[in-house]
């Protein structure tokens, strides 16, 4: 079976990965029989948040050091990630997508991707590897493909996220949370997770989604 590479980016919806969605990408790999890897960059994160009451604290945290929390210890640092030892890629959001392995939350649309990532999934791409995403981080892969490739995603059903893709040259398909977009002649699939209104068990429903179109 598969062995996945699997890209958080910290812990928690507010500053890092999304753990619902992370947690249950890794139990739905398990589940399908794959194999899989975490890793996350090795940087401090741009922000930190306290979950309990959403505000903003001044502290410093690790993205990977966070992340490991939600891998058990077991990950590596993104710049250890070899494509050829992986058959596909899942990418969990989390607002650690818009806030470590991009900027997007704090420049928007002139907004940089984080440069080991975008070398990864390139390499994952022109090797003709299976990419998933969740939530935000198809926002990053339109990022990297911008002027490259017009690729098929979702953001969930909001129009103005639907126009943002488009404004890059992606062609932005709505879904709801246990829905996914399939591009085919690309190999990406997308799920909006919580870009639409929580719901666990339609979550799980599109995740699943996605990694039955992982190998």
């Known amino acids: 079976m598969g062995n996945i590479a699997v890209i958080l980016s910290g812990c928690g919806f507010q500053d890092g990965s999304e753990i619902h969605e992370a947690t249950l990408s890794l139990l739905a790999i398990a589940e399908a029989g794959h194999s899989y890897r975490c890793f996350a960059p090795d940087k401090v994160q741009r922000k930190v948040v306290d979950h309990f009451t959403g505000k903003e604290v001044k502290e410093e ?6 992340a490991a929390r939600i891998a058990r210890g077991k990950i590596r640092p993104l710049t250890q990630l070899k494509v050829d030892h992986f058959s596909s890629l899942m990418i969990p959001g ?27 999934v390139v390499e994952f791409y022109e090797d003709k590897k299976p990419i998933g995403a969740t939530c935000i981080s198809p926002v990053v892969l ?13 953001l969930g059903t909001d129009k103005a996220w639907k126009e943002t893709l488009e404004k890059w040259g992606m062609k932005g398909e709505p879904a709801t949370i ?3 977009v399939s591009d085919e002649r690309h190999k990406i699939y997308t799920t909006p997770c919580y870009m639409e209104p929580e719901d666990i068990k339609g979550l799980y429903q599109g995740i699943k989604k996605v990694v039955a179109k992982l190998q």
Do not use: C, W, Y
Not at 111 to 116: A, L, N
């Open 178 to 180: 246990s829905e996914m």
């Open 94 to 120: 989390g607002a650690g997508a818009i806030l470590t392995l991009s900027d997007f939350a704090i420049n928007k649309e002139n907004f940089e991707v984080d440069p080991d990532l975008k070398r990864i």
């Open 61 to 66: 945290r690790n993205a990977l050091h966070e």
């Open 142 to 154: 339109a990022k990297i493909f911008q002027g490259m490739e017009s690729l098929t995603m979702t």
